[in-house]
């Protein structure tokens, strides 16, 4: 069983940082590609960024120079650093890892940026 568990997330002003991370456990492979959505009240689900396991990234162009994804696939972990954050961020973070046979989601975790 694939399991997703996030940390990190909260309140910040705007301009601020803050930093997520995504445990993954179970059988899965540091090819897999994994990375973070965001849903903001309202809106659809976004990809914010995205790593495959050579470390080649995507980004959302409303993040780029502004978030950073890595990971470590020893630990079967994704992270997230957020810098510069601006109201516009505010959402629930979800992470996400891509297997062949499903995509797997964590819980979610706020991040609320306040102007």
């Known amino acids: 069983q694939v399991q997703l568990e996030e940390s990190g997330g909260g309140l910040v002003q705007a301009g601020g940082s803050l930093s997520l991370s995504c445990a993954a456990s179970?059988?899965?492979?540091?090819?897999?590609?994994m990375g973070w959505y965001r849903q903001a009240p309202g809106m659809q689900r976004e990809l914010v960024a995205a790593?495959?396991?050579?470390?080649?990234?995507t980004y959302a162009d409303s993040v780029k120079g502004r978030f950073t994804i890595s990971r470590d696939n020893a630990e079967n972990k994704v992270y997230l650093q957020m810098n510069s954050l601006k109201p516009e961020d505010t959402a629930v973070y979800y992470c996400?890892?891509?297997?062949?046979?499903?995509?797997?989601w964590g819980q979610g975790t706020q991040v609320t940026v306040s102007s």
């Open positions: 996400f890892l891509v297997l062949p046979q499903n995509d797997y």
């Open positions: 179970g059988s899965i492979s540091s090819i897999n590609p």
């Open positions: 790593i495959n396991g050579g470390g080649g990234t």
